[in-house]
T-cell receptor, first 113, second 115 residues
Framework: GDSVTQMEGPVTLSEEAFLTINCTYT??????LFWYVQYPGEGLQLLLK?????DKGSNKGFEATYRKETTSFHLEKGSVQVSDSAVYFC????????????FGAGTRLFVKA | KAGVTQTPRYLIKTRGQQVTLSCSPI?????VSWYQQTPGQGLQFLFE???????NKGNFPGRFSGRQFSNSRSEMNVSTLELGDSALYLC??????????????FGPGTRLLVL
């Protein structure tokens, strides 16, 4: 079935370090791919998205490229800040009759000053 | 433009009771979906509504139900609550303009604790 697998956390980095969170997916059809972020006590915020192969989504210094050949959508940021500490969810969006989003398990990121 | 709003934000119930949660989508959005988030199971899709009709349903028992009103506002109901229903319930809305892939925008959630 359709699923998303992302690297387990927590990931702990020092400020200004490079971040990569791996995400791979299995899906029938042509899904859209998303990264959402959840700060403590809050709901999900859309971080970036890509709707077709080779698209690159970017926002607030974060980037991810839709790689159909490797079924991946890895999240990267060149220099993390303490304020980036949160849980990051990789997700795919599917249309099958209606529409639904399937989420990965989430990766918790801690950034130390 | 106001975001997705959910009420109440926090709720405490006891086993066997029922609960109704409410969601108001972003103005103009016609699709509303519900998700359950727990530490053990992560984020799981409950159901999706569009034009007052349920279009998609996840793998949850019949105790979980929902509806959508003509103004796109949605409610979900959980009857005969169990301890395992304790979770953050998230509502998401999307525009559903073109029938293509949609971006869902999430509300802050309702945190339900069942004692």
């Amino acid at each position: 079935g359709d699923s998303v697998t992302q690297m387990e956390g927590p990931v702990t980095l020092s400020e200004e370090a490079f971040l990569t969170i791996n995400c791979t997916y299995t899906a029938t059809g042509y899904p859209s791919l998303f990264w959402y972020v959840q700060y403590p006590g809050e709901g999900l915020q859309l971080l970036l998205k890509a709707t077709k192969a080779d698209d690159k989504g970017s926002n607030k210094g974060f980037e991810a490229t839709y790689r159909k050949e490797t079924t991946s959508f890895h999240l990267e940021k060149g220099s993390v800040q303490v304020s980036d500490s949160a849980v990051y969810f990789c997700a795919l969006g599917l249309r099958s009759g209606g529409f639904k989003t399937i989420f990965g398990a989430g990766t918790r990121l801690f950034v130390k000053a | 433009k106001a975001g997705v709003t959910q009420t109440p934000r926090y709720l405490i119930k006891t086993r066997g009771q029922q609960v109704t949660l409410s969601c108001s989508p972003i103005s103009g959005h016609r699709s509303v979906s519900w998700y359950q988030q727990t530490p053990g199971q992560g984020l799981q899709f409950l159901f999706e509504y569009f034009s007052e009709t349920q279009r998609n349903k996840g793998n949850f028992p019949g105790r979980f139900s929902g509806r959508q009103f003509s103004n796109s506002r949605s409610e979900m109901n959980v009857s005969t609550l169990e301890l395992g229903d304790s979770a953050l319930y998230l509502c998401a809305s999307s525009l559903e303009a073109s029938g293509g892939q949609e971006t869902q925008y999430f509300g802050p959630g309702t945190r339900l604790l069942v004692l």
